[in-house]
């Protein structure tokens, strides 16, 4: 179960990702260990889940709400990709609509892929 903070951050994205089930999938998966919530003031909100895509294993970034902390990907990526390296995942996901990641993304690492529903699609291997 969600804080209820978390639950009405996750709720705001979702209406402006126009993706308003959001919220209830997030809770849903979590509730059956399908997915792992990250919080903390700094880092903010971060939902990654088990992902397969192209027959490889890997992590999906699935909620990323920022917190105080203004270079939170810079500082927080290298713990993901360890996460996702003792998972034995090949690679780190996510998806946004927010245009500004295409610049930003690739300073990281991450290559933009397919494009799906209107989201920016962008993988990392690892």
């Known amino acids: 179960m969600l804080k209820p903070l978390h639950r009405k951050k996750i709720q705001r994205l979702g209406e402006r990702s126009a993706y308003p089930t959001l919220v209830e999938e997030v809770e849903q998966s979590l509730a059956k260990c399908q997915a792992t919530l990250f919080s903390n003031d700094d880092l903010g909100i971060v939902v990654a889940k088990p992902f397969f895509h192209q027959d490889k ?19 927080y990526l290298p713990a993901f990709e360890a996460m996702a390296k003792r998972s034995k995942g090949k690679f ?13 993304a690739p300073k990281f690492g991450f290559i933009e892929t397919h494009p799906r529903g209107g989201f920016f699609v962008f993988k990392k291997e690892v």
């Open 57 to 75: 294993f890997g992590m999906l970034v699935w909620v990323a709400i920022g917190g105080k902390c203004k270079n939170a990907i810079e500082r």
């Open 92 to 104: 780190i996901m996510f998806e946004t609509r927010r245009k500004g990641f295409r610049r930003l």
